[in-house]
């Protein structure tokens, strides 16, 4: 399956949950591969830290053939990962078609490849849904963000993809609720993701949620995401502090 992760609105957590959802899947067993599609200015590898500037997607568009099994990164949560470098400009058609079809060939080596896509929907927008078999909605409960996700959806309808859903992140109390949201989308709610102060630590710490808190409640809203587009029941992480934690803390700490 190639998921798509679309939103219309920038800075909504197309990121955030693109990787954390390819970390949750990772844990499942799955082979994940996760690509960058902001081709003129990434994050995904920014998230821990890091800017490449070789084995990058621009790099093999340079060079015209290119092995694309030297694109790949490997996080630490298990998943891999293709990143443009930080020198790539504006692109034309034929350029973003060249870069797709220079990635197809890796895809069959994976269960899960998410494509985490630019804001808007422009052209690179366009080339990200084509080159997916489905699209996820990712909105914020307010309304320039669910009109612009909506959008979105119609455009992904368009092209004839699936859209299985949407995710209101961002959520808290007083805002938009999830079934106003579901009706403004036309489209079900996969998971609610709280706005969550857990999320900018972990980014501060360079960690994915799931791996820094992962019973905080944006990282259980996220393994409900990974339980609606699997099917399959994850094994949710007990709330934090409890016995077993504290257990497994010390347990860590004897073994260390
Ligand atoms: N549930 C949440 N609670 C708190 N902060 C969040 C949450 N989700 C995302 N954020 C923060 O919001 C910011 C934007 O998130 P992110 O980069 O994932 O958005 P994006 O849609 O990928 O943006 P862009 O359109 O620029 O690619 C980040 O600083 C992220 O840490
Ligand atoms: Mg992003």
């Given at each position: 399956?190639?998921?798509?992760?679309?939103?219309?609105?920038?800075?909504?957590?197309?990121?955030?949950?693109?990787?954390?959802?390819?970390?949750?899947?990772?844990?499942?067993?799955?082979?994940?591969?996760?690509?960058d599609t902001n081709f003129t200015s990434p994050t995904v590898a920014t998230h821990f830290g890091v800017t490449p500037d070789t084995h990058t997607i621009?790099?093999?568009?340079?060079?015209?053939?290119?092995?694309?099994m030297d694109l790949i990164w490997i996080h630490p949560a298990g998943f891999h990962f293709v990143t443009p470098s930080f020198n790539m400009v504006a692109l034309d058609d034929q350029a973003l078609h060249t870069i797709?079809?220079?990635?197809?060939?890796?895809?069959?080596?994976?269960?899960?490849?998410?494509?985490?896509?630019?804001?808007?929907v422009g052209r690179d927008v366009y080339y990200t849904i084509m080159n997916s078999d489905a699209a996820l909605i990712i909105a914020n409960p307010n309304y320039p963000s669910l009109f612009?996700?909506?959008?979105?959806?119609?455009f992904a309808k368009?092209?004839?993809?699936?859209?299985?859903?949407?995710?209101?992140?961002?959520?808290?109390?007083?805002?938009?609720?999830?079934?106003?949201?579901?009706?403004?989308?036309?489209?079900?709610?996969l998971a609610v993701v709280p706005e969550d102060p857990a999320v900018k630590e972990a980014l501060q710490k360079g960690q994915l949620?799931?791996?820094?808190?992962?019973?905080?409640?944006?990282?259980?809203?996220?393994y409900d995401l990974a339980e609606a587009l699997t099917g399959r029941k994850v094994q949710k992480r007990k709330k934090s502090g409890g016995l077993g934690e504290i257990l497994s803390k010390i347990k860590d700490w004897l073994l260390s």
């Amino acid at each position: 399956m190639i998921l798509s992760v679309v939103s219309g609105k920038g800075g909504v957590g197309k990121t955030f949950t693109s990787l954390n959802l390819a970390a949750i899947l990772s844990e499942m067993g799955q082979r994940v591969l996760v690509v960058d599609t902001n081709f003129t200015s990434p994050t995904v590898a920014t998230h821990f830290g890091v800017t490449p500037d070789t084995h990058t997607i621009d790099e093999a568009l340079q060079k015209g053939t290119y092995n694309p099994m030297d694109l790949i990164w490997i996080h630490p949560a298990g998943f891999h990962f293709v990143t443009p470098s930080f020198n790539m400009v504006a692109l034309d058609d034929q350029a973003l078609h060249t870069i797709f079809e220079i990635l197809r060939p890796l895809y069959a080596n994976y269960d899960t490849v998410i494509l985490d896509g630019p804001a808007g929907v422009g052209r690179d927008v366009y080339y990200t849904i084509m080159n997916s078999d489905a699209a996820l909605i990712i909105a914020n409960p307010n309304y320039p963000s669910l009109f612009n996700a909506l959008k979105t959806h119609y455009f992904a309808k368009q092209l004839g993809k699936m859209v299985p859903g949407a995710v209101l992140n961002m959520y808290k109390k007083g805002t938009i609720s999830p079934s106003e949201a579901s009706q403004i989308l036309e489209l079900p709610i996969l998971a609610v993701v709280p706005e969550d102060p857990a999320v900018k630590e972990a980014l501060q710490k360079g960690q994915l949620l799931v791996q820094y808190k992962p019973s905080s409640p944006a990282a259980r809203a996220l393994y409900d995401l990974a339980e609606a587009l699997t099917g399959r029941k994850v094994q949710k992480r007990k709330k934090s502090g409890g016995l077993g934690e504290i257990l497994s803390k010390i347990k860590d700490w004897l073994l260390s």
